[in-house]
């Protein structure tokens, strides 16, 4: 794929967005009515905690208790608390119950990962917009990250993960963690402000960095309790509540052992067979990304260098046919 074309891929998925439907939770108003409804189309490679200062200020005159932080509060859909270091576009794919898109193979697999993209508009089950429930009691702590006044925690969580990110693809994390100060606010506060131009700015750096060669692919493949019981390269996401889901990440190289480019059938048929037994047809389950079901034969890091989220991973749901 041209530099050209991943460049114009790459901008279509930062102009993804799918619209929101937040209301607050019973709970935690203070009249006898639901509050007014806030509504928001929001970017899929966002974080949900960066809306909560709009989302506090506008519920505010129903609050029990308005005098709350805005970073007490906590989000959930049809009772599972919403991860703050997930991705809003991952956190639909995985719990909305929406249709992946499906793009005719003559549109070109480059165009596949666009889906939702501008909406979230298919004929699936998931009325239109996503309708969450924002919380300020009853904290899961279990599940959730507590938040605090000066966003530090979810900047730690980001910077963590795209050092991570940064290891797997070179073996090691210099590069991320040799960037300047400057650098470092530049691609933290592009991260908050939603600005691709300021990302890649510190992001080109990460993906070609000096004197290193590229060894993998960063990739994190996303399934269901019920489709991950026969794997044993899977990490518990968290404990046996509604929405549980596990994990799979595994060190997976540009090239395969015959000294092919490493596709995503390919990938996903080393990495978990028993789900994906094809490398070129998804029998039994489909790997979806940005509301779309990518084809298995995509170039794998053209792929990452195109649609990966901010922290420099491919997050990969997976969606069991049948």
């Not at 917009?129 to 919380?135: D, Q």
């Amino acid at each position: 794929m041209a530099s050209e074309r991943i460049a114009d891929l790459q901008l279509k998925i930062w102009s993804g967005s799918l619209p929101l439907e937040i209301r607050l939770a019973a709970s935690d108003c203070r009249t006898y009515e639901d509050s007014d409804p806030y509504f928001v189309q929001y970017p899929r490679l966002s974080y949900l905690a960066f809306l909560l200062p709009r989302l506090h200020a506008f519920f505010a005159p129903w609050l029990i208790d308005p005098a709350v932080p805005s970073y007490e509060a906590w989000l959930s859909f049809e009772d599972v608390p919403l991860k703050w270091h997930y991705p809003t576009g991952l956190l639909y794919d995985l719990y909305s119950g929406a249709e992946p898109f499906n793009l005719d193979a003559r549109q070109g697999r480059e165009e596949v990962v666009l889906s939702h993209s501008t909406g979230a508009t298919t004929a699936g089950a998931v009325p239109v917009p996503w309708r969450l429930t924002l919380h300020y009691t009853e904290f899961p702590s279990g599940q959730l990250i507590p938040l605090d006044a000066d966003d530090k925690t979810m900047r730690d969580t980001f910077t963590n993960a795209m050092k991570e990110a940064d290891f797997v693809r070179n073996g090691t994390a210099r590069t991320a963690m040799s960037l300047s100060k400057e650098d470092s606010d530049k691609l933290w506060r592009a991260v908050q402000s939603y600005d691709r131009a300021l990302f890649n700015e510190v992001n080109n750096k990460l993906l070609h960095p000096p004197g290193l060669e590229l060894r993998h692919v960063p990739v994190k493949v996303y399934l269901p309790t019920s489709a991950s019981q026969t794997t044993s390269e899977t990490i518990p996401e968290e404990g046996k509540t509604t929405g549980h889901l596990r994990v799979v990440q595994a060190l997976v190289p540009l090239q395969t052992s015959s000294r092919q480019p490493q596709t995503l059938g390919t990938a996903l048929n080393s990495t978990l067979p028993t789900i994906f037994p094809s490398r070129r047809n998804p029998l039994l389950a489909q790997p979806v990304l940005h509301g779309a079901a990518v084809p298995m034969t995509a170039n794998l890091w053209e792929l990452n260098r195109a649609a990966a989220y901010t922290d420099g991973f491919l997050h990969l749901a997976v969606v069991m046919l049948g």
